[in-house]
T-cell receptor
Framework: GQNIDQPTEMTATEGAIVQINCTYQTSGFNGLFWYQQHAGEAPTFLSYNVLDGLEEKGRFSSFLSRSKGYSYLLLKELQMKDSASYLCAVRTNAGKSTFGDGTTLTVKP | KAGVTQTPRYLIKTRGQQVTLSCSPISGHRSVSWYQQTPGQGLQFLFEYFSETQRNKGNFPGRFSGRQFSNSRSEMNVSTLELGDSALYLC??????????FGPGTRLTVL
């Protein structure tokens, strides 16, 4: 089976940098996704990593280490609108995606 | 391009009834996945359909079933509803094994 762990809650200050970690255990790893979900809305895609290293996309970056079963999402220059739940999802070779329970990020002024 | 649409958006049913939810994926997307989201359990994978075939299945009882039509539209059916089935049901479409695009969800309440 698959097991995905991420912190339940995090708080950060507007303008700061925050790192949300995700650890996973899976067989047949085929990619890791990060999604953002605002309260009452559907998740939206943020980033995708399949090879080790850092993927940068504007204020958001995501890192993957397959040997350690570890990823993080880095959010820079935090804005109030970044307050949301951030979901880590692992996909297997069979195409099945398993989501973590999500990290609720609160950005304070 | 139109996004993923789900109908109905809200539904109230009573225990023992059955329900059918519908999902229309983004045009050209052949993969449709269904998820159940509850505050306590997070996003739980139900099943995935690709080109009218169930490609993956989660760990839900047989009361939960689905199908996909030739135009990629998908339906999910839950029979003999239980109180614990109250949840937000999300549908996500994808070209294949790529990032998923989620619909707004159907909020099901079982009384």
């Amino acid at each position: 089976g698959q097991n995905i762990d991420q912190p339940t809650e995090m708080t950060a200050t507007e303008g700061a940098i925050v790192q949300i970690n995700c650890t996973y255990q899976t067989s047949g790893f085929n990619g890791l996704f990060w999604y953002q979900q605002h309260a009452g809305e559907a998740p939206t895609f943020l980033s995708y990593n399949v090879l080790d290293g850092l993927e940068e996309k504007g204020r958001f970056s995501s890192f993957l280490s397959r040997s350690k079963g570890y990823s993080y999402l880095l959010l820079k220059e935090l804005q109030m609108k970044d307050s949301a739940s951030y979901l880590c999802a692992v996909r297997t070779n069979a195409g099945k995606s398993t989501f973590g329970d999500g990290t609720t990020l609160t950005v304070k002024p | 391009k139109a996004g993923v649409t789900q109908t109905p958006r809200y539904l109230i049913k009573t225990r023992g009834q059955q329900v059918t939810l519908s999902c229309s994926p983004i045009s050209g997307h052949r993969s449709v996945s269904w998820y159940q989201q509850t505050p306590g359990q997070g996003l739980q994978f139900l099943f995935e359909y690709f080109s009218e075939t169930q490609r993956n299945k989660g760990n839900f009882p047989g009361r939960f079933s689905g199908r996909q039509f030739s135009n990629s539209r998908s339906e999910m059916n839950v029979s003999t509803l239980e109180l614990g089935d109250s949840a937000l049901y999300l549908c996500a479409s994808s070209p294949d094994r790529d990032e998923q695009f989620f619909g707004p969800g159907t909020r099901l309440t079982v009384l």
